[in-house]
């Protein structure tokens, strides 16, 4: 199926899109959204017209997005997705892509995938529009959103701060801020303890359907819980250098800062580090006043 023509009118909203894994109409998708295989108990068909044709901010009934009301399904009963092979999605894979001026890459699979960052999670404002691969979205199953995986993909999510785990069927895009790895479906925000928090520090491991269970990455260790937000502001081979940007730092009464020292290959590194903040709010604060200070925007840590 050629859709090279159409891909290249709306290859910027497909990024923003939702997921899908149907064969839709080759039109525009939406930021988020996700839906699973069969007997995972979700995917149900939106009861409006999703009009993709619209602007991101102007395409959802609801301005915010929310947690749903009244009484949901019991999640306690919902099985986790199966990984298997699936054909990649025609849509939300294009290589490389940039939203808000950034840049990312799509890796060829899930395999050897691993990274640790912090988890958002998103829901009713989302329900039953487009995903990236123009599934439509679900927060009643296990689905998540990344930057780089392919879709579709399978990942194992775990939280840092109390070990619970939750395996994901990659179907979207983003999340698209500061220091996230992956924005998860409202069950499985609700299975690992993200939510009501909002956000938490998780590790992701991606999944290869071909390996089996033995040849899984093992869990991650659970380490103990913070209770904030680290922003790593640089790393340097050198201390004086590192010792530089420390008084800098200190200088705008930007605090607390800490310098690590690590052996990375062989080599010493010396990281900067401001936290703990309290929250993601104070350190975007933060990272915007390094900003302004002439330095690079730094970077989310999770240990």
């Not at 988890?119 to 487009?130: E, H, L």
């Not at 199953?141 to 701060?161: E, F, G, H, M, Q």
């Not at 994901?168 to 992956?182: E, K, L, Q, T």
């Not at 010792?243 to 990281?271: C, F, K, M, W, Y």
Request: proline share 9%; hydrophobic share 35%; aromatic share 6%.
């Amino acid at each position: 199926m050629k859709w090279a023509a159409a891909a290249a009118v709306l290859a910027a909203a497909l990024l923003l899109a939702g997921c899908g894994a149907s064969r839709p109409r080759p039109t525009r998708g939406g930021w988020h959204g996700a839906s699973v295989p069969a007997g995972t108990g979700g995917g149900a068909s939106p009861r409006f017209h999703d009009d993709i044709s619209k602007p991101q901010d102007s395409r959802y009934r609801d301005s915010t997005d929310s947690v749903p009301g009244g009484s949901p399904p019991d999640l306690g009963k919902l099985a986790e997705p199966i990984p298997r092979n699936e054909p990649r999605s025609l849509y939300g894979n294009k290589s490389p892509y940039t939203v808000r001026g950034h840049t990312y890459h799509v890796l060829p699979s899930a395999r050897g995938y691993d990274e640790r960052g912090l988890a958002s999670y998103y829901g009713n404002k989302f329900q039953g529009y487009k995903t990236s691969d123009l599934e439509n979205y679900d927060m009643y199953a296990y689905s998540a959103a990344s930057k780089t995986l392919p879709l579709p993909s399978y990942a194992r999510v775990t939280n840092l701060d109390n070990g619970k785990s939750v395996t994901v069927r990659v179907n979207d895009r983003g999340p698209f801020h500061r220091g996230r790895i992956i924005d998860l479906s409202y069950a499985a925000a609700v299975k690992i303890g993200i939510w009501p928090k909002g956000i938490g520090r998780v590790e992701v491991q991606g999944i290869d359907p071909d390996q089996g269970a033995g040849e899984l990455p093992p869990p991650p260790a659970v380490t103990a819980a913070h209770s904030g937000i680290y922003l790593q502001v640089g790393a340097f081979s050198n201390a004086d250098n590192a010792d530089l940007l420390v008084r800098r730092l200190r200088r705008a009464n930007i605090a607390p800062v800490s310098q690590t020292e690590s052996v990375i290959n062989g080599r010493h590194v010396h990281r900067v580090r401001v936290g703990p903040l309290p929250g993601l709010e104070r350190a975007d604060q933060v990272s915007v006043r390094i900003e302004n200070m002439g330095l690079p925007r730094p970077q989310v840590a999770v240990d």
